[in-house]
């Protein structure tokens, strides 16, 4: 069974890197058949896509936070990675790592969430 | 932007039926997806493409999609099936889009 597992700081200044990990075990990142990508819950807000990354290393990410967001892979630990610079409150949320089935286009398998905290 | 709709909240005794609503613009011209979540625990995929459920989800779950309305429903609910859901889309100018979820709560 594949599972995701995210990992990182849970509290980051603001103006600083905001950097996520994201394990996969029960199978391998290197697949054809899906994107991995990262979601993200802002307290009382809704779900928030933030892009995608093949095991190639192509990503895609939302407009809204292009400027801001990086992601990346390493295939030899079966793990991908989020960056998001320049953070401010409003970058506050539950982020979710997440599998992109490209057939359907849908999140099939899903982390169980870390809380990131921006704040002084 | 597209914009799904969701209840926030929908009460059920147990064994009953629940149903959950996504709205959206001609919502039936998508394939909507649902996934639960509950405290604590990764979110799960319970329906995909409209009316498909993955190995392991309960025959009890059933989704249908048409017009401006798409439709989970669990049938003999059970006090495990209390969660939020949530229905998604992919939507060519507005990316991955997600309703705002509805809290199951079994009586």
């Known amino acids: 069974q594949l599972q995701l597992q995210e990992s990182g700081p849970g509290l980051v200044k603001p103006s600083e890197t905001l950097s996520l990990t994201c394990t996969v075990s029960?199978?391998?990142?290197?697949?054809?058949?899906?994107?991995w990508g990262w979601i993200r819950q802002p307290p009382g807000k809704a779900l928030e896509y933030i892009g995608t990354?093949?095991?190639?290393?192509?990503?895609y990410y939302s407009p809204s936070l292009r400027s801001r967001v990086a992601m990346s892979v390493d295939t030899s630990k079966n793990q991908f990675s989020l960056k998001v610079t320049s953070v401010s409150a409003a970058d506050t949320a539950v982020y979710y790592c997440?599998?992109?089935?490209?057939?359907?286009?849908?999140?099939?398998?899903w982390g169980q969430g870390t809380l990131v905290t921006v704040s002084s | 932007s597209y914009v799904l709709t969701q209840p926030p909240s929908v009460s059920v005794a147990p064994g009953k039926t629940a149903t959950i609503t996504c709205g959206g613009d001609?919502?039936?011209?998508?394939?909507v997806h649902w996934f639960q979540r509950k405290p604590g625990q990764a979110p799960v995929l319970v329906m995909y493409?409209?009316?498909d459920r993955p190995s392991g989800i309960p025959e009890r779950f059933s989704g249908s999609n048409s017009g401006d309305t798409a439709t989970l429903t669990i049938s003999r609910v059970e006090v495990g099936d209390e969660a939020d859901y949530f229905c998604?889309?992919?939507?060519?100018?507005?990316?991955?889009?997600f309703g705002s979820g509805t809290k199951v709560t079994v009586l």
């Open positions: 990354v093949f095991y190639s290393g192509s990503t």
């Open positions: 029960g199978g391998s990142i290197s697949s054809s058949d899906s994107y």
């Open positions: 001609n919502i039936g011209s998508y394939s």
């Open positions: 998604h889309v992919w939507d060519s100018s507005s990316d991955y889009v």
């Open positions: 997440v599998r992109l089935l490209k057939v359907g286009r849908k999140f099939d398998r």
């Open positions: 493409d409209d009316s």
